[in-house]
């Protein structure tokens, strides 16, 4: 496996205006380079409890509250190359926009009948399906007027710890896009494309997919490809 | 090289945020020794600060050799050791691994001492950082030659007495300011 550093411009500026956080915790000295050791590129992913669930309806019978959407994920490396037995974690908020989460000082509520996390691991192709409800929109705390716009938490271990990826993804046609200091963080309007998921008409959604969730598509790419020899 | 439609660069990071859940930190994460595993056990313990005090909720993950210096997926390779671990910090930056005292590994780098691999995410941090540490009295590594020798000792563990029987090693990790953690490219 080659894993060449990434683009500067595809990932985000490390500090942020108007979220304090990212300069008490970014390193003021310049990272050192070093050769990637083996502990870091061999490897598969760590063996993990999985759990395919449907995040939408946490007690069964009883579904969460918000849009049901399913997204169908596709874990690639830099070669376009599915990824098998990825593990893809998932977290987000539910559809008033609380997480789940003692830290969370949000007033909207809770609904004890989403799940607001998951793990699972991706097929032999790379893909797996994620079944939950459309996060709502949040009030970043402590942060004057920001909005977080909708976004869906993942985290993803793929083969070797550098191909570790944690990102989010975010929804099309969202206003508060263009508003949020953390998507606009990556300089690269194509990179922030990607972090888009597509969303299917409905009319052309699998036809075995259940008719009552709203169809998203989206692919993470993990650093790292194939040795290939030259043409 | 020219490639037709060449697949898209690795996708942007971004940060865990604040909520990263404890249902995805669960405690067996940061156990990585399992029943019948080779080698002595030891904690790794550590805290965490930025520049305002303890980092409650920094996710802490940790890639190492097993006892005898293979890497995970290396032939013979402990079947009774995880490799990888998770952790988080509470709200006095405190994390702990149960694990063992890794051996030398081989690279192509060249030979590496006993170590430990860390990334560092959470609330703020962008990109995740990558950092890692060695036994007291550390001193040829070919990723250690690459810190400057006076921030060499601010990536060795402290012999921080036992725990529960067990030799405890203990990191200190400083995100931002002058008494800063080197952190590495990857």
Redo the contacts between chains.
């Keep these: 496996m080659r894993h060449d ?3 500067e411009r ?5 500090v ?1 205006e108007g ?11 310049k ?10 590129t ?3 992913a ?4 999985l759990a395919s669930i449907d995040m939408a309806e946490a007690v069964p019978g009883k579904p969460a509250m918000g849009s049901r959407i399913m997204v169908q994920l596709r874990v ?1 490396d ?3 190359r599915g990824v098998p037995d990825a593990v893809v ?1 998932i ?1 987000h ?1 539910n559809a008033a926009g609380r ?3 003692p ?2 000082p949000a007033r909207a509520p809770l609904d004890r009948h989403f799940r ?2 998951a ?1 699972v691991a991706s097929d032999r192709e790379g893909r797996l399906a994620l079944h939950t409800i459309k996060p709502g929109a949040y009030p970043v ?1 402590d942060s004057g007027q920001w909005w977080r716009p909708a976004h869906i ?1 993942f ?1 993803v271990l793929g083969r070797g ?2 191909t ?5 993804m975010y929804f099309a046609s969202d206003p508060m896009l263009e508003w949020d200091r ?2 606009l ?2 300089p690269d309007a ?3 494309a ?2 888009v998921a597509t969303q299917l008409p409905p009319h052309e959604a699998p036809i075995t997919t259940d008719i009552e969730r709203l169809v998203f598509t989206h ?5 790292g490809r194939e040795e290939t020899p ?2 | ?1 020219i490639r037709r439609n060449a ?18 930190a ?1 405690p ?2 940061a156990t990585l020794t399992r029943e019948g595993h080779a080698g002595e056990a030891i904690w790794l313990t550590g805290d965490i600060a ?3 005090g303890p ?3 920094a996710i802490l ?1 940790l ?3 097993d006892a005898k210096g293979r ?4 032939r013979g390779a402990d079947k009774h050791f ?3 671990g998770r952790a988080a910090s509470d709200g006095a930056g405190q994390f702990a691994f149960r694990t063992v005292l890794p051996g030398p ?5 060249g030979p ?1 001492a006993p ?1 430990f ?1 860390l ?1 560092i ?10 950092t ?1 540490f060695f036994p007291p009295g550390t001193t040829q590594d ?2 250690l030659r ?2 400057p020798a006076a921030l060499r000792p601010r990536l060795l563990l402290r012999d921080a007495g036992k725990r529960g029987g067990l030799r405890r090693l203990h990191a200190t990790i400083r ?3 002058a008494d ?7």
Excluded: K
């Design positions: 550093p990434p683009r595809d990932q985000p500026t490390p942020i979220y304090p956080n990212t300069a008490r915790r970014t390193p003021a000295a990272l050192l380079r070093r050769p990637l050791p083996r502990l870091l061999a490897g598969a760590p063996a993990m409890p690639v830099e070669d376009g974690e977290w908020a997480y789940d989460h830290a969370d607001g996390s793990r705390p938490h985290s710890a550098v570790r990826l944690v990102t989010q953390i998507w963080s990556v194509q990179a922030r990607r972090m692919t993470l790419v993990l650093r030259p043409a | 090289m697949p898209p660069p690795s996708t942007a990071m971004q940060t865990v945020g604040p909520f990263f859940p404890s249902s995805l669960e067996a994460l930025d520049e305002s980092f409650r909720n993950e890639s190492q050799a890497v995970a997926g290396d995880a490799f990888w590994s081989a690279d192509p780098a590496r170590c691999e990334l995410l959470g609330s703020g941090i962008m990109r995740r950082l990558a890692c070919p990723v690459c810190v995100l931002h300011g800063e953690t080197p952190f590495f490219r990857d």
